[in-house]
């Protein structure tokens, strides 16, 4: 008898839970001064002489808030920086292998800050958690280790001489 009886109120807590709940938002705010330096990886002549030149390159980089599932795609060129709630990300450069090289890869340069509380601090402050090359192919070759966020690279649109678009 008992059996039955908690089934039936197990059905009932089922069938009153909604389903119906709002998408969450990600909270942009502005970028910290002291973390919005262009920077200092702008390409040299001799990169520049090879492809895109290093300040038209665009990479795609990938955001995920992982405690309340949020993933947002930045386009981002070097120097850049982009601040959506407690975490910047900072892109330094983007490179590609040629089409004529193998394997084929693309990575960004990339620093990721975190604004959060240490210790016995009274203010959260910013603290830098990756500062690397993430490559897009071969993920596991250097992640950012964070329990909230997770930032990858999607992308790194550049080209290469005889790439050109025919007019």
Sequence with gaps: MRAPIAMLAAMLVLWGCDNDQPEPTAVETEVPDELSKRGAAQGTEDADAVGTPMAERV???GLLNKR???????????????RVGDVVIRMEACEKTAPW????EEGAFVQVFVRERRGNESEPSWNKVFSGWLFRNSPSLNVVEHPIYDVWVKECAMSFPGEEEES
Excluded: C
């Design 101 to 104: 090289e193998m394997p084929q």
């Design 59 to 61: 990479a795609t980089i």
């Design 68 to 82: 309340n599932n949020v993933s947002r795609d930045f386009e981002m060129s070097p120097g850049d920086a982009t």
